[in-house]
């Protein structure tokens, strides 16, 4: 028997059926390498980007009220693949550098308007900390909040809350507000007093001196060598450079902050640390997968097989599988990358993006900014053509997403060759030969036209709106999104995301919205979305092609129906369907979902196979 060809990752206790996972003793240690303060200084701005590029850093602390956020920024937006946490702050530990609050709160404050430098009582720094203050809670409230928001509209990607010194677990009240606040942004705290608790995590330090750069290396080493197999754990510390700028920055009983800092930057990139992680097979992982990863469970022995079989078939028939991911009652049992896949890479969508169009559709309905049956023709007064058809005054939003505009060829090739076109006025000036409702035509830049309602009715484009309603809970960070020339979101294409996250996106449909007890999508949008709206072709065909083509709804999966913006499949199933094989597949019957992306260009075969192997094993 081949080897079996399962990834044992782990992830977070945020789970999507709402379950704690069961993590085999035989897995890999995994382990989250954390970065703090990015903002403070520019030599720890430049110092937490070398871990990250050149090291084994996953994710970074950036702290809002310093003064070198907005080069942290601009880092981050040249670093997407960097998980990033907000580090609420309420202290200013330094001499010579200081903090101030973002919003007025006396209670947190020195007479010059400074957080104060410590969190607890300290001798060098007598009636200098927060615990010797009556500090408010209600303005640690609005501190915090106000922190939360800026940080939010800047790093849209946000994936958790990090507490600089303790601020957010150094009491039981603090502790509360901060789950509130949590719970209601969708920011897993990391740092409260029950988080390595809630998340199933043991924080790890130096197992020995860690004065020089040499001994921090050793002594880190020695504790990599502790680790336990299925366990998790989190380590956390300071990088920055041994510069003039740092050599400005202390406290009394720390001196050499830029010393001792400099030798965290050389131990997380040193290539001796890298190969002792590899060696003993550590699972190099970020916050966001700890705490709102998809929980990992072992496939039963039939997948295994029907798994090697599986790709085999796909080697043989010369497909070039980038990745597969297999979840099923919840949780992930089977995953593969290959080729050009990466699982920490987004990979392109192609039209698997039209199903997240279509979501933010459904959102937006859900809150009363559109109606499916409001024209279309109605959120563009300025571009339409100088005669409306009868045949265009009655396109809805409803035709849209069932591709049943009214087009008789999709018009998106022919508008996209003109360049700087206005795509929306292109549009509604193209012919529509057919009444509305009544004929299928796979049409992508209806699908765009649907984005740029979205960002009409909302005054954002549909990867920001997605973000606080969908992304953010589901824990799908790095999200990027293609645009037109006038900067809208192209809705039909154009989207990249993580194998993982279409796995969520498939489970979130599986559970008929619900994600962790709380109702993402309205069920009923998910019930329409994923049912048989209206008959559906292959992109480009027409009915009396079919026959030529030799096509029927017994061997294809382009026949069985079109919802809003997801096709129908054979055995109940419905799926997200991209160009060159990408796929989130929902299987009511198996309780499952399958992820794939692929350069395939046959797709009927690709699901073929799919259909011939995995499906009877689960």
Known sequence: MKPLRLKNMIAGCLLAAGAL???????????????????????????????YRSGIARSVEVM?????YPEAIKMLKENPGL??????????????????????CPSLTDENGYFYPMMFPNPAYPGQSIMEQKWDIKEIEQEFRAQIETTLKSIPQLSHLSGHMLSTGFSKEVNELVQRLAKEYNLPSIDRMDSSKDYRFTYIGYDGPKRTAEEKE????????????????????????DNDEMKTVFHIGYEDVALDRQGVTDLLTSPRVRKAIEDKGIKLISINQLTKG??????????????????????????????????????????????????????????VSKTFTATAVGLAASEGRLKLTDKVISFFPDKLPATVSENLAAM?????????????????????????????????????????????????????????????????????????????????????????????????????????????????????GNWNGQQILPEEWVKEASACQVPSLPAGMKPEMLKKAKMSAKTSDWLQGYGYQMWRCRHNAYRADGANGQYILVLPDKDAVIAVTANIPDMQAELNLIWKYLLPAL
Not at 24 to 48: F, K, Y
């Open 218 to 241: 050793a002594s880190f080493i020695k504790a990599l060598e502790k680790l336990q197999p299925g366990q998790r754990y989190l380590f956390l510390d300071h990088p920055a450079l």
């Open 64 to 68: 809002p009220v310093a003064a070198w």
């Open 396 to 512: 809805t939003v409803r035709d849209l997403l069932t591709m049943n505009c009214g087009h008789d060829t999709d018009p998106t090739g022919t508008v996209r060759k003109k360049a700087d076109a206005d795509w929306v006025q292109e549009f509604l000036a193209f012919p529509v030969e057919h009444k509305p409702g009544t004929f299928y035509t796979y049409n992508s830049l209806g699908t765009y036209m649907l984005s740029a309602i979205v960002q009409k009715v909302t005054g954002e484009k549909v990867v920001d709106y997605l973000y606080p309603r969908l992304f953010r809970p589901l824990g799908i960070v790095n999200a990027r999104w293609q645009e037109s020339p006038q900067g809208i979101n192209t809705g039909g294409w154009g989207l990249y995301l993580k194998t993982e996250d279409l796995a969520k996106m498939g489970q979130l449909f599986l559970q008929k």
């Open 294 to 351: 998809l929980p990992r469970a072992a496939a039963a022995p039939k997948l295994d097989k029907a798994m090697n079989r599986y790709l085999d078939a796909v080697k043989k028939a010369g497909q070039d599988l980038h990745s597969i991911m297999i979840v099923q009652h919840g949780n992930v049992i089977a995953e593969e990358w290959m080729g050009e896949g990466k699982e920490d890479k987004p990979h392109i969508l192609n039209s």
């Open 21 to 51: 996972p069961v993590w085999g003793q035989s897995g890999a240690p995994t382990l989250v390498i954390r970065i703090d303060d990015l903002g403070a200084l520019h030599s720890v701005n430049e110092a937490c980007i070398q871990t």
């Open 83 to 104: 998980d990033v946490g907000l580090h609420l702050v309420i202290t200013s530990e330094w001499e010579n550098v200081k903090w101030r609050p973002l919003t007025h």
